[in-house]
């Protein structure tokens, strides 16, 4: 895994530069709350019963980062990449046959693909939502791709904090 370097988004900017910089700054926040760690201890539960993991919450982010750009922005055919209908909450429930090698790589390789999905659109551009039968503008997309980083850096530190009792960052 590489580490990933964690610039705070500029003071004074246009509106996309501010919000490709915090998305940036919380998919950087995410990355360093998980870096250093061993398999096993990124498969460490929360706090039972939740399953709530750090691979997990990666995996899902993966999930999120796909939806809203490739899916949605995008308009690609791009299935989920863990869960199913069968199992809704496979991308948080990790299993003995994940690995957090696959996990890290295909959450890069979404981080990646929502880039470009992005580059060269107007804020104005619209993508579809199916599942939930609307329209979103770029502009809307990045801004709930922030703040679902947010909340999940949330959960990220915490569970960071009871796996070797780092914080911050």
Same mark, same amino acid.
């Given at each position: 895994m590489t580490t990933t370097e *964690? @610039?705070? #988004?500029?003071?004074?900017?246009?509106? @996309?530069?501010?919000?490709?910089g915090w998305l940036d700054f919380h998919r950087a926040t995410l990355a360093q709350k998980v870096?250093? %760690?061993?398999?096993?201890? %990124? *498969?460490? &539960?929360?706090? #039972?019963p939740s399953t709530l993991t750090l691979m997990g919450l990666? @995996?899902?982010? &993966?999930?999120?980062?796909r939806s809203w750009f490739r899916r949605c922005l995008a308009r690609e055919d791009a299935p989920p990449i863990y869960y199913s209908d069968e199992d809704l909450d496979r991308d948080i429930n990790v299993t003995a &046959? !994940?690995?957090?090698e696959e996990a890290y790589a295909t959450w890069q390789a979404e981080i990646?693909?929502? @880039? !470009? &999905?992005?580059?060269?659109?107007? %804020? !104005?551009? %619209?993508g579809f939502a199916a599942h939930r039968k609307k329209e979103f503008d770029l502009r809307w997309i990045y801004l709930h791709m922030i703040e679902e980083y947010a909340r999940h850096n949330g959960h990220a530190d915490l569970i960071r904090e009871r796996i070797d009792g780092a914080t911050g960052a």
């Open positions: *964690r @610039r705070m #988004p500029a003071t004074i900017s246009d509106e @996309r530069t501010a919000l490709e870096a250093g %760690l061993d398999e096993e201890q %990124l *498969r460490e &539960a929360s706090v #039972p990666v @995996r899902h982010m &993966a999930e999120v980062e &046959a !994940d690995s957090w990646a693909a929502a @880039r !470009d &999905a992005a580059r060269g659109r107007s %804020l !104005d551009d %619209l």
